[in-house]
């Protein structure tokens, strides 16, 4: 009777174990490791990489920079020299700009030629050992200055006054007096922008 209920209990099944997905993946990056011979770099590891190509060397962007800057002001400046306007600093650009320039350039005063003759009478009074002389040059060099003054200030009446008939006086450039008087006192030859117009030929 044993014998017969062990023939007819079946033998109990062994357990099988899945093989994990994660174990898959573990053997896949290990492979793939030997393969390349170094570990498989990190999410972490990755992104520092990347970062830190992205780092710009700021000596470098500030030399260039620097030259960047360079040519921009050589070419305003050959601009001024041609009277290329579009590539003018902002300061010299616009019709109203323009019609300042012209209306001094058609000038000749005592003012432009300042500067030489005061050179002029520093030298002469150097040489001049008589005191009646160098006060006489002294005196002569104040009412040349006073004369500049004088003419400087009608200059600038008549030019405020042909502007406002042109354009109105809501357009007059802010700073405007010291830009006409700086290029007033100024020698001709030496202007910037360049004059574009003759002695006389005024604008209308």
Known sequence: MSKNNDKSVPAPAEPTIAPAESTGEAETDATAA?????PTPTRKEQ?????????IDPKAGAKER??????????QY????SGDERNMPLEHRGPERRFLRDFVDARTS????LLPMSIVFVIGSLFLNNAALGGSLI????????AAAVDTWLMTRRLKKHFITKFGA???????????ISRHFNLRRFR??????KRGEFPV
């Open 139 to 146: 005196l002569v060099f104040y009412v040349i200055v006073l």
């Open 110 to 113: 005592i003012g432009e030629f």
């Open 34 to 38: 030997a393969k390349k011979g170094r």
């Open 192 to 197: 910037v922008p360049r004059p574009k117009v």
């Open 66 to 75: 620097k030259a960047k800057v360079r040519a921009e002001r050589e070419m």
């Open 78 to 81: 050959q601009a001024m020299r």
């Open 47 to 55: 992104e520092a990489k990347n970062q830190r190509g992205l780092i």
């Open 170 to 180: 809501g357009k007059l450039p802010r700073g405007w007096v010291f830009y006409v």
